[in-house]
């Protein structure tokens, strides 16, 4: 994933309120998710329908209204290619999402939409990572996004049952065909049952249960409101708080800002598990995940204060537009601010694993060019093509090293 320009924060420790979420219903929804029983939630597959069940079956306990086309269910059919690789659809296979959507209707004239996406890879291997044989294992998807929809699934329980924030309705929605291409949040926002103008800003969470232990919380969307940055500067739940102004990223609140909606995403960083078979519940930072959800409901507290939320677009950057045709096969480290581009996990066989680089090193020259931050790492891989070979320098535990490598 891609991530924009990025700024660390330090601020004064957020007061919770109720203390309402528990690690234990994040974990029975967790592990029910992310179990091999529903094998990796594909888009349109039996696994993914099961998943429909258990959010539905949790929107019903807690009095949540249906807002689908079919009852809680938003249908819908795309394209893919069959070979990912290829960049047209010529001869492509024809897929089957499902958006599962419960409202809460509190009788207010505007409404909070909070999502997150539930599907995941299956076992075809396509869109895999880090993993040099993953066809035919269940990516169980634990992290993404299964924390995100257990979030979901508590803020309907938060919100239905405490009897507060009715300033504001509430559109819980799970996106279908996210990794896909957001593909489900672009048909909800294109075929909406809700008056935009009448929708006060989208909250979206993705991979929300890995906090680490320096407590990064990573905050996007931040400059698509004049209200959000205040807020966040006053109070960072005791979180090390790194934002992105821009409402434009690999997830589902894109295709609301799209549509000039304020938007915040939540992400707790990537991690060596990252769309492979071993993104199991057992990885999951259970009283992490707790103390992101009862943050992101302070904020939304606060904000219940304000008057209806101002969209501001956010200028994108030329740099974000950069392509290349070669890839060194890492993961980088989004969380990390410092100079350099950090490795969060290494391919086998890739051209990084071949030149010997490992998880946690940090690139900082590429031939000629210093490598600063992520953008830099991407230009310099825009100037190589497939068999060209450069130098890397890079620091490995606070040691300089240098290596060949050949894309």
Do not use: W
């Amino acid at each position: 994933m891609k991530y924009l320009s990025l700024l660390l924060l330090f601020c004064s420790v957020s007061v919770f309120g109720q203390d309402y979420f528990n690690t234990e219903t994040i974990k029975t929804h967790i592990s029910y998710l992310a179990s091999d029983k529903l094998k990796g939630r594909a888009p349109g597959s039996k696994g993914e329908k099961l998943a429909q069940k258990y959010i539905i079956k949790e929107f019903q306990s807690l009095g949540i209204e249906p807002k689908g086309s079919k009852g809680y269910l938003q249908e819908f059919t795309y394209k893919t290619p069959k070979n990912p690789h290829e960049a047209d659809l010529g001869g492509a296979e024809e897929n089957k999402g499902s958006n599962v959507i419960g409202f809460l209707n509190n009788g207010m004239p505007n409404t909070i939409i909070i999502g997150a996406h539930y599907d995941h890879l299956g076992t075809d291997g396509r869109g895999s990572s880090l993993d040099p044989n993953p066809k035919g294992k269940i990516h169980n998807g634990a992290d993404d996004n299964a924390s995100g929809v257990a979030g979901v699934i508590e803020f309907a329980r938060y919100y239905s049952q405490n009897g507060i924030t009715e300033k504001y309705n509430f559109l819980f929605i799970c996106f279908s065909a996210e990794e896909a291409g957001l593909i489900g949040s672009k048909y909800f926002t294109n075929n909406t049952i809700l008056d935009f103008e009448k929708v006060d800003f989208m909250l979206n969470m993705d991979m929300v249960g890995r906090l680490d232990e320096d407590r990064h919380l990573m905050v996007y969307g931040v400059g698509t409101s004049p209200s959000f940055a205040p807020l966040l500067a006053k109070d960072n739940g005791g979180f090390r708080i790194v934002i992105d102004s821009s409402g434009v990223g690999p997830s589902d609140h894109t295709s609301f800002y799209l549509k000039n909606l304020p938007v915040l995403h939540f992400f707790t960083g990537s991690h060596s598990d990252y769309h492979k078979p071993s993104d199991d519940v057992d990885k999951i930072n259970l009283q992490g995940e707790r103390d992101v959800l009862k943050y992101i409901s302070s904020l939304i507290d606060q904000l219940a204060s304000e008057p209806k939320l101002v969209f501001t677009p956010v200028a994108t950057k030329e740099r974000e537009a950069v392509a290349f045709k070669v890839t060194l096969g890492v993961l980088p480290d989004y969380s990390y601010t410092d100079k350099g581009m950090r490795i969060d996990g290494v391919t086998a066989g890739k051209p990084a694993s071949k030149a010997g680089l490992e998880g946690g090193d940090i690139i900082i020259k590429m031939g000629d060019l210093d490598i600063k931050d992520i953008y830099d790492y991407m230009d310099g891989l825009a100037k190589h093509k497939k068999g060209d070979t450069t130098s890397l320098q890079y620091l490995r535990k606070g040691e300089l090293k240098e290596t060949k490598v050949q894309f």
